[in-house]
T-cell receptor, first 112, second 119 residues
Framework: RKEVEQDPGPFNVPEGATVAFNCTYS??????FFWYRQDCRKEPKLLMSVYSSGNEDGRFTAQLNRASQYISLLIRDSKLSDSATYLC?????????????FGTGTRLTIIP | DAGVIQSPRHEVTEMGQEVTLRCKPI?????LFWYRQTMMRGLELLIY????????DSGMPEDRFSAKMPNASFSTLKIQPSEPRDSAVYFC?????????????????FGPGTRLTVL
């Protein structure tokens, strides 16, 4: 089983729609969770951290379910500029907490 | 801040040749990570350093790969001899981790990557 699993997509979504991604992780000791965004032929960049109580940043909402070991990202009122690959990321937990494990990403395309 | 700097941005070489990738982390960051990204396997951690000391090299594929960090502002990843299956984008990232703090303390900042093609 992969440490971090994501649906690779692609998700093709009309502009203005709401889209949600899920990801599951296997390491129950993981303490930090993130969503990174990677544009085509660019480096990954932090989109947002994921807090236990869930958190929102503008049109983006992240949720964490520790019991089921899954993380979600919701994008509302999607824009053309949201087209990218979204990477679910968890840290190592315990010793090696600074290590991050990346999912293979979910590709999103917003259609005009 | 200039961000993480990598060179070269593109490298095309022939099988059997030595390849050296270079990275300059963000000043003040004490962690440096080398990743490899392919379509099939995604982003894989190869090795990481803390205060110039290698901490975990379990992701290095084989003895053909080696990495060094002679000082806080410079690291190299060397492949010798290179093979076509090494073709990938290699990213360097840096961070500073305070431990026990909010998750943002774990943010890694990536360089633009080196796109390696081995013919």
């Amino acid at each position: 089983r992969k440490e971090v699993e994501q649906d690779p997509g692609p998700f093709n979504v009309p502009e203005g729609a709401t889209v949600a991604f899920n990801c599951t992780y296997s390491n129950s000791a993981s303490q930090s969770f993130f969503w990174y965004r990677q544009d085509c032929r660019k480096e990954p960049k932090l989109l947002m951290s994921v807090y236990s109580s869930g958190n929102e940043d503008g049109r983006f909402t992240a949720q964490l379910n520790r019991a089921s070991q899954y993380i979600s990202l919701l994008i509302r009122d999607s824009k053309l500029s949201d087209s990218a690959t979204y990477l679910c990321v968890v840290n190592g937990g315990g010793f090696g907490n600074e290590k991050l494990t990346f999912g293979t990403g979910t590709r999103l395309t917003i259609i005009p | 801040d200039a961000g993480v700097i990598q060179s070269p941005r593109h490298e095309v070489t022939e099988m059997g040749q030595e390849v050296t990738l270079r990275c300059k982390p963000i000043s003040g960051h004490d962690y440096l990570f080398w990743y490899r990204q392919t379509m099939m396997r995604g982003l894989e951690l190869l090795i990481y350093f803390n205060n110039n000391v290698p901490i975990d090299d379990s992701g290095m594929p084989e003895d053909r790969f080696s990495a060094k960090m002679p000082n806080a502002s410079f690291s190299t990843l060397k492949i010798q001899p290179s093979e076509p299956r090494d073709s990938a984008v290699y990213f360097c990232a840096s961070s500073t981790y305070l431990g026990g703090g909010p998750p943002q303390d774990n943010e890694q900042f990536f360089g633009p990557g080196t796109r390696l093609t081995v013919l």
